[in-house]
């Protein structure tokens, strides 16, 4: 049997790991929807802050659950707690999550507008879309 290049194997993990969405990095599968265009924003956004995606992705998952709930600096001390416990396996400190987490916030306060599918009803009297 050959050894493995523990390099390349890290490579590897960090290339499959990327392709995994927000969703992969909740503390319990399905606890809150990922808002379209939501895993684009936190992959940019990641590469923006040089951060490998397995430590950015659990302070997106984090910034999701606790959106609406915690103000900073007010809760500053309460959502360290949180990253520590549901920080996954971060490398991050908080102080690192922390701006990832208000990005986040930032981010779901105003989501980019999507534009309708092909298909999709434009009738104003109807801004669900679901009459026809």
Same mark, same amino acid.
């Given at each position: 049997?050959?050894?493995?290049?523990?390099?390349?194997?890290?490579?590897?993990?960090?290339?499959?790991?990327?392709?995994?969405?927000?969703?992969?990095?909740?503390?319990?599968?399905?606890?809150?929807?990922?808002?379209?265009?939501?895993?684009?924003?936190?992959?940019?956004?990641?590469?923006?802050?040089?951060?490998?995606?397995?430590?950015?992705?659990? $302070?997106?998952? /984090?910034? &999701?659950? +606790?959106?609406?709930?915690?103000?900073? @600096?007010?809760?500053? =001390?309460?959502?360290?707690?949180?990253?520590?416990?549901?920080?996954?396996?971060?490398?991050?400190?908080?102080?690192? $999550?922390?701006? /990832?987490? &208000?990005? +986040?916030?930032?981010?779901?306060?105003? @989501?980019?507008?999507? =534009?309708?599918?092909?298909?999709?009803?434009?009738?104003?009297?109807?801004?669900?879309?679901?009459?026809?």
């Amino acid at each position: 049997m050959g050894r493995i290049d523990s390099h390349a194997f890290e490579n590897l993990v960090q290339r499959l790991s990327a392709q995994e969405g927000v969703a992969h990095c909740l503390p319990y599968p399905g606890m809150t929807p990922i808002p379209d265009g939501f895993d684009a924003f936190a992959k940019q956004d990641a590469a923006r802050a040089e951060m490998e995606w397995g430590d950015a992705c659990p $302070a997106y998952a /984090l910034g &999701l659950i +606790t959106y609406g709930s915690y103000v900073l @600096p007010r809760d500053e =001390e309460y959502l360290e707690v949180l990253w520590d416990e549901l920080g996954g396996d971060s490398t991050q400190l908080w102080a690192q $999550a922390r701006s /990832l987490v &208000l990005a +986040t916030w930032a981010w779901l306060s105003n @989501p980019p507008v999507q =534009e309708p599918g092909p298909g999709a009803s434009h009738d104003a009297s109807d801004p669900t879309g679901l009459m026809h």
